[in-house]
């Protein structure tokens, strides 16, 4: 990691909750030149989420983390899975807070300008 990253936000997804194992995932998005990844030793999963959009997730071949992703949506984009960095200090603010909807109920507000039933704009 070179830069700081080009958005972050927490999902509530239901994807981002079943992949963290908690009530919502929290990710920091680089842009891909400004981001070295320093092993190959990972599992590359591949899927569609429910709009038909393309996902790539890696995975840590020891413990099954993922690491990172890739969404069709932001191309040129790598992101990081908040809880990955070492050590996990947050550095970064939340700037979106996204899939409300689906928001676990104990969940109090967290701290992001932009939020969205659903996904927000990658532009």
């Known amino acids: 990691m ?61 413990c099954g983390t993922t690491i990172r992703c890739e969404l069709e949506v932001f191309l040129g984009q790598v992101g990081i899975m908040g809880g990955t960095f070492d050590p996990p200090v947050f550095w970064y603010g939340l700037q979106n807070e996204v899939f409300i909807r689906s928001k676990a109920h104990f969940v109090g507000e967290l701290v992001a300008p932009a939020k969205s039933d659903t996904f927000f704009s990658c532009d």
Do not use: I, M
């Not at 936000?9 to 998005?29: M, T």
């Not at 599992?43 to 020891?62: H, I, R």
């Open 2 to 62: 070179f830069d700081e990253p080009e958005t972050t936000g927490a999902c509530h997804c239901r994807y981002c909750q079943l992949r963290s194992g908690s009530a919502f995932g929290v990710l920091a998005y680089f842009k891909l030149e400004n981001f070295l990844f320093s092993s190959d030793k990972v599992n590359t999963y591949e899927f569609s989420n429910d709009s038909g959009g393309a996902w790539k997730n890696q995975l840590c071949v020891k």
